[in-house]
């Protein structure tokens, strides 16, 4: 027998750096690169110096050959810890070892390829990564089958990320349907940590990212570690304990059995991993994201413009569709300074409840004789832009499509085909499919003056299977990407808003095609809250569509004073979810209030950092603006009844030390200060006055801003202006 020598080339030490943070890769010609380390910033020229084998001893009963964490470790060949790729070929080639690897920079000390062969296995794999100046980490996996035969692939990661052992705790999204992003915090230990969804979108269980703290870390302080799977499709990570006390943190699409077989020649590539750190806290991690996300959303013309204040009809109107009766409800939209009107469910043939419809994508003649045209052109006239409602990857067994196409939905052969809210779902990878899903759409956007998709998506993924009956997950994902674009491509003016039961499809995959998600179909402002603080962990405000909806909430029958629902709106994308021809005029007048507002601060919110605090006893802020600027805006809200007899301060860290700001109480016109705050001191008489109050940056920050003794579900706003 012969014995194969073990890797021993000489090391190289591969180095990225960003504004706060570095990486380092050691690099061996004869095996897979090294992961060395992933943290805060290093200075210029520093490595390790010494190649990890020589700077750490063999434990006993061990293998003769130490085997570290790699970019994408392998399997069966001594690595123990969760491989990076399980696969196989009829049961062989089922062990992974990397036995050359090629370093390829595309731009020096930010962006290189690493091109990774096992000749035994017969794979290749090409790992893109970069570092940018925002200190986010992109990562992305090819995998190439160069064999003679197809290989089934169980798992590939599309990345392995290295955390340190410092790191502590994570922080990850739960939830469901009107209640998600719901935080969960789980401690790090050397049991293995892992999420996955099978449902076929992000989902509104389990979200797929997270963040890792290390101890001492707050909002405002300390390391911390965020990454998130740019995907809308099944998807799995796991941290797992290593045995120098870090760990490996990898994320990836799930897969389905059987759901990928590579062809002799063929190549798989994963979603991107997004990742960064910060060791300013979670406000610094999501400064990094919200940068990410800003650079790569499609906006026409490559800009954003001034995010328009949404009227959707949903939750005015439901199903009941009467001309005269939207046309009157676009007069009163249009009246208090809504800027796009969209008509949602209920237009199209057969729509008269959830049952029936989906499919058939045309004007329902016994509600628009005449089509859509009277109302858009209405809707056009009053000077506000026309969005229309879709579920373009859905059917319903009562429709004229699935009585001409049945075989078009995903199904098992020999299995029920399950229904959720009475719909299937359509095989959208078949280009007959998306070609008639494609003309229809088109041809409304085409003939209508259409600004405006809200894209809905309504269920989950079961009985996924294609018409050769194999799983359909996966190309189920790409397909509706590859819709989107072709539409955005056809009409370069258009805009789509991600909504799948509400925030059932939110991630940066989406976000790659789309331009707004509706964060959740829970529209109560208390729910809200806790709902739209943890989507600004990754997300930007402009992308979060916030509405003020009707109270009673439809979703939970609690009710909020007008104030409250407009100020838990205003840090988003605000629109409005009820029908406002029958407010009352107090209520009314209170709700232009808010329009007014927010078109005021709309382009410095939409623009600026956000950064989130909490002053303790049920009172929750955020702040909007840019370090160094002039500018802040500043809000807080009471979600309960105060249990102290004092507020605390909020302390404002992100202000200048040396600076002077004149603070000023910021309420809209027609709101009663008394649904603002109560239990008056002289500070707060003195912000309403146009002098308002000048304070030093240096107290803010470190002896706080004095906060209102309020009622609960209560807002206070004040604007800070560096003198």
Known sequence: MTYTALPNSPAEFLVLHGRDSSLVIEHHADEGPLWRYWGPRLADGCTPGLPLRESRPLPSFMLDHDQPLTVMPGFGVGWFGQSALLAHRNGRDFSLAFQRAEVHWREPGRALELLLHDDTARLQARLMLSLDAHDVLRLQTTLSNLGDAPLELQWLAAATLP?????????????????????????????????????????????????????????????????????????????????????????????????????PGASLTTPEVVASLSPAGLNGLAANFHAELRRRLPWAGGRM??????????????????????????????????????????WFLGRHHDRAGLGDWWADPSKYPDGLAPLAQHVVSRGMEFGLWFEPEMVNPDSELHRAHPDWALQLHGRPMLTARHQLVLDISRPEVSQYLFEKIDALLSTLPISYIKWDHNRDLAAAGLADGRPGWHVQVGAAYALMQRLLDKHPGLEIESCSGGGGRIDFGVLRHTHRVWTSDCIDAGSRVPIQRHFLQFFPPEVMGAHIGTAPAHSTGRSQAMAYRGAVALSGHLGVELDVRHLDPDTRQQLCGWIALYKQWRGHIHTSRTWLGEAGDHVVWQVHGQPGGDDFLFISLRTAPSGHRYQRTAKLSMLDAGARYRLRVVTPDGLPESQLYCGSAPFFDALRTPEGVVLDGDWLRHGGLPLPRSLAETGFIVHLHKL
């Open 305 to 346: 413009k001034p995010r328009p204040v949404h009227l959707n009809t949903w939750e005015g109107l439901y199903f009941n569709h009467q001309l005269p009766d939207l046309m009157a409800l676009a007069d009163a939209a249009a009246e208090v300074g809504v800027e796009r009107f969209v008509l949602d469910d209920g």
């Open 163 to 263: 955390l340190p052992a410092e790191a502590s705790a994570v922080r990850s999204f739960a939830g469901q349907h009107n209640h998600e992003f719901l935080l969960q915090v789980d401690t790090l230990s050397r049991s293995t940590w892992r999420r996955e969804s099978r449902r076929g979108r992000t989902s509104h269980d389990n979200w797929p990212g997270a963040v890792v703290t290390t101890p001492g870390a707050t909002e405002h302080q300390g390391l911390v570690f965020g990454a998130h799977l740019a995907w809308s499709g099944n998807h799995q990570q796991s941290i797992e304990w290593l045995h120098d006390g870090s760990y490996q943190w990898q994320l990836g699409e799930w897969l389905a059995p059987g759901e990928i077989f590579l062809a």
